[in-house]
Each structure stands twice: as C-alpha cells, then as structure tokens.
C-alpha cells in the first residue's frame, strides 16, 4: 500500500460515518468500517458487500465496534454509555464485540477498533481491573482471529493510556489515535501524546476540534478537517517521525447528509493531499 492513503470513517447501515456510494464518489480508497447491525452480518449480506467493496475499489483497513445504548451527547452520557466500562452492559457488549471481530475476519479485515469508554484513572479503583480483565479476553479473541484491538485514544490522557495498556499486557493491543479527541475531552495536547503513544499506533483518525472552556467538563466543538485546534501539517510531520505509513482516515461526525458530507469530507480530502505534497517535496 502506497504511503498514507486517503480513508474516511463509513458505515453501511449504524453510526454517522459516509455512505459506500459517497465514498467512492469522493475518490477515496480505504475506509474505517462502523460496525454494521447484526442483521447485516449474515453470510449472504457479508459476500453482496464484499463484491459491493471489490467493485467500488475500496477496502476496509479496521471495523469499529459499536453499540446500540451507546450516546456521545455530553460527556457525562459518554461516561454512562460508551463501550465495556457500563457495568450493565458490558456482558452482552463484550460478546457482540467477538461476534463483531468474527465479523471483521469474515471481511478479511485484521483490525478491529474500539471506544472502550472511560477507563478510571486510578488503577485502585475496583472497576480498572475489570476492565484489564474484558480488555484481555477480547484481545485474546482477536489474537486466534490474527487481528490486533486498536483503542481508540481521547476519554484519558496519554499516560494513563500507556499504563493501561502496559497493564493489560497483551502484544495484539494497539492504540487508534484522534487528535481531535484529546482536545474535545479536554485530554490533553494531541502532538505530544502521539509521540509519547508512537509505537503503540497503529491506526488513526483525522478529526479536527476546538478546545472546551470547561476542559473535561463539557465538549470542545468538533469542526471541519482545518478549522479546530489540531494543526494538520505538524500532526502529518508527527505521524511521519514516529513512522506511521497507514491510512489517513477522516472522521466527520455529522449526519447522513450526503452533499454536506461531500462538501466538508471533500474540503479535508484536498486538504490532506495539499499537506502530503508539501511534505514530502
Ligand atoms: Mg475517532
């Protein structure tokens, strides 16, 4: 694969990502997969999208999970909601998350993502090590499937980040890295991060973001791919010292509007190429 191909966030029937037919439209290549509904996840709707995939010259480079229950209107509800930290729902996540790598493989894919949610930041609290304990069985899961887990990055600051995965001791667990995140969050400076998590990344997110007043309180603004506080051309120059080569997969959440989508998510596409020109003239 070429270096930094061109990628952005789809889904096919769950999440907000772009449409498969906005994709191509787009001329991009690789996407990030939200996972589709269980119903989508049959043999029969498995091989239509594959050959779906096959004809419109994209591939998949990693499969999101995601959960219905899941809401990321305030922090708080992230908190409550998002991924295997819910105690209440963690079971039936935890095997839809296999189910979902199961899924992952079938598309011949090898990285499976995910939002974990908010891993406590004290290792004494009683529920960090329930969750080394389901992040290790998950890991195992992916590891007989040959795929590595990449969590996304943003609900912790890198350090805390690096103990856990350092905690979790498992060599297929990696790290997807949103700048964006660590600023919406409130997380901290996304560059400094990515250095100090470089050899755990293996995939990431190109999403732009305005800091909170209120950081870790309340939202940063997400924003078009040049207009946030994330600077593009020293994230690139920062991907390019720690030696990512994978895609550069753009992350816009807003709904299914397609012209909207097209208009903003083509906006980042120049932008990225522009970026990518200028360094490596
Ligand atoms: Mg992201």
Request: aromatic residues 8%; hydrophobic residues 35%; glycine residues 10%.
């Amino acid at each position: 694969m070429e270096k930094w191909p061109i990628g952005v966030f789809a889904s096919i029937d769950a999440g907000l990502g772009v449409r498969l037919d906005v994709v191509r439209e787009l001329g991009v290549t690789t996407v990030h997969l939200h996972s589709p509904h269980p119903a989508s996840r049959t043999p029969d709707k498995i091989a239509a999208f594959k050959a779906q995939l096959q004809e419109y010259g994209i591939t998949i480079t990693c499969v999101f999970g995601g959960f219905d229950g899941e809401s990321y209107a305030d922090i708080p509800t992230v908190k409550k909601t998002v991924g295997l930290v819910p105690p209440e729902t963690r079971a039936a996540r935890t095997k839809e998350l296999k189910e979902i790598a199961d899924f992952t493989r079938q598309m011949g894919v090898d990285q499976v993502g995910i939002h974990i949610g908010f891993v406590p930041h004290e290792s004494s609290d009683p529920t960090y090590a329930e969750i080394l304990d389901v992040t290790r069985d998950i890991c195992d899961h992916c590891a007989r499937l040959n795929q590595t887990l990449n969590l996304e990055t943003g609900q912790e600051p890198a350090d805390v980040l690096l103990r856990f995965l350092s905690d979790v001791d498992r060599p297929n667990l990696f790290v997807n890295f949103d700048p964006a995140n660590m600023i919406l969050y409130g997380c901290g400076e996304p560059l400094p991060a990515l250095k100090k998590l470089g050899a755990y990344v293996r995939s990431i997110h190109c999403k732009d973001g305005t800091w909170s007043d209120q950081p870790g309180e309340t939202w940063g603004a997400e924003v078009p791919l040049g207009e946030g506080d994330v600077n593009f051309k020293a994230y690139l120059t920062t991907l390019d010292e720690i030696g990512y080569t994978g895609p550069l997969t753009i992350e816009r959440e807003i709904a299914q509007e397609p012209e909207r989508q097209k208009a903003e998510i083509g906006g980042a596409v120049a932008l990225l190429d522009r970026l990518k020109s200028e360094l490596s003239g």
